[in-house]
């Protein structure tokens, strides 16, 4: 088809209908106060990772509980894996555990076994 | 001359009515509807502890019994008038005329009636209830539990905050126990339809008792509850009868959409219109939330504007089942002290 140069905007909606929840379910069977987690962000407000780059872990937690995970591929390897957001979190998730199942679960997803 | 009339025959007013037979007085209770145990009646479990709310309910019919309390069923009062010596008459729907020393407001709260958030659907979809008629629902299962419209439900979404916090139903304030009612209510359907995806969708999450706060994380953690931060705007239908929530994820910034088979929303607590006619009839001082006005929030909380005149429970304000018992007791005692100064 020609193309005319227009471009429509992708939808900002969430749509819960279509999430991908392969990596947030792998994670969850293997740490499951995970998803305990309150987004009161004291976890960010710690990060040395966070404190020079965009790097938010917050944030990270909801995009992959919306199923983002190319996003996720791009932020993980931001992180320093200090532990000091383990130490600050109010609900005791075990954070930095989580950040090595993200890593896990995402090259796990590259070779399609989940 | 009665020692204390007792308007209201639900906890508070059965409680109020114990202890102060307990401590020697003669006590009336009148209540509007053919049975004691108000609101109670019409829910299936409670909260923190999920335990029954007939064990509750049967526990206060029995010690009605013990004591051979003195209730007048089926009889509303339409007025509470202040004498001159001090006393209070009292008229009601029937033809009689109770003369007491004291009175005691245990008139309790109103739901409120989520269909004037129009825009949630409610009596409209099928598939919308309120969280007192899934407690009916419950109370009366028998087999699976089907939505409305028959169905085994595979989503289920709870909005909390329906009349509450909302300014445009007229309803600034928090009524504090919907927050814990939807946890408990989301585990419990998680229990009996474990295949379901289950969302609360809050503004702010008040778990403000003891228990409340380990209940919440049961549900996020054992049961897997999706707790989603922004307020309902509008609710559509699907051909096929399931429904379409539209909600900001406030914490992702995102506007979603989540598509579920049955919507409860979470109903708040509200003035009942007796306590209109209280203030009406006898000049009784109510907050700006409509409920009565304490004499004092911190020391005198059973006391109102007038002198002889008490509360107890939830005429003051939204309340648990445990802090209606105890600010029950608490009104026993300071009406004791009342009498025996008098």
Request: charge should be neutral.
């Amino acid at each position: 088809m020609r193309n005319f140069g227009f471009t429509t905007t992708k939808s900002r909606t969430i749509d819960y209908e279509k999430i991908d929840t392969r990596l947030i379910s792998y994670i969850l069977q293997n740490e499951p106060s995970f998803n305990a987690c309150l987004s009161c962000g004291s976890c960010t407000a710690i990060c040395s990772a966070g404190n020079l780059t965009s790097f938010n872990i917050r944030k990270l937690s909801l995009q992959i509980r919306l199923g983002d995970i190319e996003n996720t591929k791009l932020e993980i390897d931001k992180c320093m894996l200090c532990g000091k957001c383990l130490l600050e979190c109010p609900r005791g998730i075990n954070t930095r555990n989580v950040i090595m199942l993200i890593k896990k679960g995402l090259n796990i997803i590259d070779k399609n076994e989940i | 001359m009665i020692d204390v009339l007792i308007i209201g025959g639900g906890i508070a007013g059965i409680e109020t009515a114990c202890s102060l037979q307990d401590l020697g007085y003669e006590t009336v209770i009148v209540e509007k509807e053919r049975t004691i145990g108000g609101h109670l009646n019409n829910w299936d479990t409670l909260f923190p502890t999920h335990r029954p709310a007939s064990e509750v309910l049967e526990y206060y019919t029995e010690e009605t019994r013990k004591r051979a309390l003195t209730i007048y069923l089926n009889t509303y009062v339409t007025s509470i008038i202040k004498l001159d010596d001090g006393t209070f008459e009292v008229n009601t729907s029937r033809d009689v005329i109770f003369h007491s020393k004291t009175v005691v407001i245990a008139s309790g709260y109103s739901l409120f009636n989520a269909e004037r958030k129009e825009e949630y659907g409610y009596k409209i979809y099928d598939n919308v209830l309120t969280s007192a008629d899934l407690e009916k629902k419950l109370k009366t299962l028998n087999g699976e539990f089907k939505t409305p419209t028959d169905k085994v439900p595979e989503k289920i979404a709870f909005i909390h905050c329906v009349g509450s916090r909302d300014e445009k139903s007229g309803n600034h304030y928090c009524s504090k126990l919907c927050c814990v009612t939807a946890v408990k209510q989301a585990i419990h359907m998680k229990q009996i339809c474990p295949q379901a995806d289950i969302f609360c969708c809050y503004m702010d999450l008040r778990m403000y008792g003891p228990g409340f706060e380990e209940m919440y994380r049961e549900a996020q953690e054992k049961y897997h509850i999706q707790f989603i931060r922004g307020r309902l705007s509008e609710v559509g239908e699907n051909a096929d009868g399931t429904l379409q929530l539209k909600v900001e994820d406030t914490l992702a910034a995102r506007p979603s959409k989540i598509k579920v088979d049955m919507l409860v929303l979470m109903v708040g607590m509200e003035s009942p219109q007796s306590t209109a006619l209280f203030k009406e009839t006898c000049g009784l001082q109510c907050a700006p939330n409509r409920f009565i006005q304490p004499n004092d929030h911190h020391i005198g909380s059973n006391k109102t504007n007038i002198d002889g005149l008490f509360t107890a429970g939830t005429s003051i304000g939204p309340m648990s089942i445990f802090d209606t018992i105890n600010h029950a007791k608490a009104s026993a005692i300071t009406i004791k002290n009342y009498l025996s100064r008098n």
